[in-house]
């Protein structure tokens, strides 16, 4: 499955962004899907998980409460929408796939998007 993350730019703090994942090739198998992020001299960091059917979601200590991720599996895109973005949310976002795992060890994520660059200035 191809991977396709879009929806960064440049945002003020305080203000909102919404991202979206797009699955293509296999994207009709039930993939869980995941965001991370990673941030200049930082670690990939864990960002937020949905199943198949959008009935569980987990997120980073550092998003819950701002962040919320959804999917339209008839589509086959996942969406994470970013509220009250702080400058420390700045950093490149990948989505991820695998067929089984929904945890935060992006290690076991099968598949990768190519990021997309998210701003924000304070």
């Known amino acids: 499955v191809q991977l396709q993350a879009s929806g960064g730019g440049l945002v003020q703090a305080g203000g909102s962004r919404r991202l979206s994942c797009a699955a293509s090739g296999r994207a009709n198998s039930r993939y869980v899907m995941g965001w991370f992020r990673q941030a200049p001299g930082k670690e990939r960091e864990f960002v937020a998980v949905i199943s198949w059917t959008g009935g569980y979601m987990n997120y980073g200590d550092s998003v819950k409460g701002r962040f919320t991720i959804s999917r339209e599996n008839a589509k086959n895109t996942v969406y994470l929408q970013m509220n009250s973005l702080k400058p420390e949310d700045a950093a490149v976002y990948y989505c991820?796939?695998?067929?089984?795992?929904?945890?935060?060890?992006?290690?076991?994520?099968?598949?990768w998007g190519q990021g997309t660059l998210v701003t924000v200035s304070s």
């Open positions: 991820a796939a695998d067929l089984y795992y929904s945890g935060y060890d992006g290690s076991r994520y099968t598949y």
